[in-house]
């Protein structure tokens, strides 16, 4: 079970993309293009958006999704 939340916090929730963007530089990424990150019923696998002003909780929060822009644009990547 650890395993399995150790993904999602590494590759899933926002503070997790940013712990990664360095080693994304590294390979030359230029755009990270993320699925549907708004508050959703998941009826239509997130593109059901119920709430366009903030972020589903299960990504993070709004703040963490600012800093990762903020993360990635300072390191020339495209979000």
Do not use: W
């Not at 972020?55 to 990762?68: A, Y």
């Amino acid at each position: 079970m650890q395993f399995i939340i150790d993904i999602i916090y590494r590759y899933y929730l926002f503070i997790g993309i940013i712990s990664r963007l360095d080693y994304i530089t590294d390979l030359g990424i230029e755009t990270i293009c993320l699925n549907p990150i708004y508050v959703s019923p998941l009826i239509d696998s997130g593109y059901d958006v119920s709430n366009y002003t903030d972020v589903d909780p299960l990504f993070g929060n709004l703040g963490d999704f600012d800093n990762l822009m903020r993360e990635a644009h300072n390191r020339g990547i495209k979000l």
